[in-house]
C-alpha cells in the first residue's frame, strides 16, 4: 500500500516509521509546516509536499495524525479541494484512496465530508501514549488499536495483513472509550506526579522519589495484567486499616496547612487522596472487604466524615 500522512507530528512520524518497519511504502508528508513534513520525510525516507492534492494523488491510503480539532476542517477542506479537481466516478464505485484519522477522542464522524463525497473513511486508534518518536515506533507493533470502519471496506484487509491487532468500536462509544484511555494514562501520571512531590516534602530528590517509586509502580500494573484490579488491589483500604486511613488524612491536613504550599500539585494531593480512597473503597468492596463489612463501613463514614469537614 502506498501511505500519505498529513500532520507529521509525533503520531504521524512514529507510524510511519513503524509501516516503513513492516514493509509499507511512504509516499510523503504534508504538513502545517514545510520544515515538518521534511523532518518526517527523511526520517522514513519518503518525500515532503506542498500541495495535499499531489499527496493524495500518490496515495492508496492518507492518515490524518493532525491535532484533533483540525481532523473536521481539515477534512472538510481536502473533500472540497478533490471535488473541483478529481472527478468523481460511476456510482457505487469507491474512490480512492482511504482516508483514516487516528484520534482516540474523535469518531469517524469527523471524516464525514471525506464520506459524503464517496471516499472510504476510518479511524484508526493506537492504545499507546506517543510522546517519543523511537520508543513509539518500537511500541506500535505490541500495542492494541482500536477501528472504526465501514463493513465490508478494504482497510480492514490491510490491518490484518500487517499484523496490527484491533477492536472494533462504535462511534457513539467513542468518548467513554477514551476517557478509560485517560485513566489509564494521563491520569496515571498526575498520580505519580503527587507521589513524587509528596517524597520530595519529606526529603527525597526528585531522581530519588521517581528511582524509590518506579518498582513500587510496575509491581501494580503488572498485577493488575496478571490478575485483575479486585485481586492486585493492596494497602490500607483493601485491607480495612481504618486507623492508617485517618493518620493519612490527619499528615495530608497538616500539609495543606502550611503557608508555603500555595503552588505545585501538593494542595491537590489531600483533594484526590479522598476521592481515590472512596473510588478504591469501592473496589475493594468488591472483593478485598467483602469479608469485613464493617471495616468498609468505618472507612466510609471516615472519609464522608473529611468531605463533610471540607465543605464547611
Ligand atoms: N500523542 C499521543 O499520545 C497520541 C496517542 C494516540 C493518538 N493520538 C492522536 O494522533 C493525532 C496526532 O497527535 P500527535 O500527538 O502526533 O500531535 P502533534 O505531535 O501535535 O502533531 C500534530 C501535527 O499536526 C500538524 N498539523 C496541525 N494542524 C494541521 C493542519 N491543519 N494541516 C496539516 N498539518 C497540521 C502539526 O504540524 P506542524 O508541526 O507542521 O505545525 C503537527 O506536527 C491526534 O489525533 C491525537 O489524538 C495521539
Not at 99 to 112: D, K, N, R, W
Request: charged share 20%; glycine share 8%; with cysteine.
Amino acid at each position: 500500500m502506498r501511505i500519505g500522512i498529513i500532520g507529521a507530528g509525533k503520531v504521524g512520524t512514529s507510524f510511519g516509521l513503524f509501516l516503513k518497519d513492516r514493509g509499507e511504502t511512504i509516499t510523503g508528508y504534508v504538513s502545517r509546516t514545510y520544515d515538518s513534513a521534511c523532518e518526517a520525510a527523511a526520517l522514513t525516507g519518503s518525500k515532503a509536499f506542498q500541495d495535499p492534492l499531489e499527496l493524495i494523488r500518490n496515495s492508496e491510503l492518507i492518515f490524518l495524525t493532525v491535532v484533533d480539532d483540525q481532523i473536521e476542517p481539515l477534512a472538510a477542506v481536502l473533500a472540497s479541494k478533490l471535488a473541483e479537481n478529481i472527478p468523481r466516478p460511476d456510482p457505487g464505485d469507491q474512490r480512492h484512496p482511504i482516508f483514516v484519522h487516528m484520534s482516540g477522542a474523535h469518531s469517524i464522524l469527523a471524516l464525514e465530508p471525506l464520506a459524503a463525497a464517496g471516499f472510504e473513511t476510518a479511524s484508526l486508534h493506537p492504545l499507546q501514549s506517543v510522546s517519543e518518536i523511537e520508543q513509539a515506533r518500537n511500541a506500535f507493533g505490541d500495542t492494541l488499536f482500536t477501528v472504526e470502519m465501514m463493513l465490508g471496506g478494504g482497510f480492514e484487509g490491510w490491518l490484518a495483513t500487517i499484523g496490527i491487532s484491533f477492536v472494533r468500536i462504535e462511534a457513539e462509544n467513542k468518548a467513554l472509550y477514551h476517557v478509560g484511555a485517560v485513566f489509564a494514562s494521563n491520569f496515571v501520571v498526575t498520580v505519580l506526579d503527587a507521589a513524587i512531590q509528596l517524597f520530595e516534602q519529606v526529603g527525597f530528590s526528585e531522581e530519588e522519589a521517581r528511582r524509590g517509586l518506579m518498582p513500587l509502580v510496575y509491581g501494580s500494573v503488572d498485577n493488575v495484567a496478571r490478575s485483575g484490579a479486585e485481586k492486585a488491589l493492596t494497602g490500607p483500604v483493601a485491607r480495612g486499616d481504618v486507623a492508617t486511613v485517618a493518620k493519612h488524612l490527619e499528615a495530608l491536613e497538616a500539609l495543606e496547612a502550611l503557608e508555603d504550599l500555595d503552588s505545585g500539585a501538593l494542595p491537590e494531593a489531600a483533594a484526590l487522596y479522598k476521592s481515590l480512597s472512596g473510588a478504591t473503597l469501592s473496589l475493594a468492596m468488591r472483593y478485598k472487604l467483602t469479608k469485613d463489612p464493617g471495616a468498609a463501613a468505618e472507612l466510609k463514614a471516615l472519609l464522608a466524615k473529611e468531605d463533610a469537614k471540607h465543605e464547611r
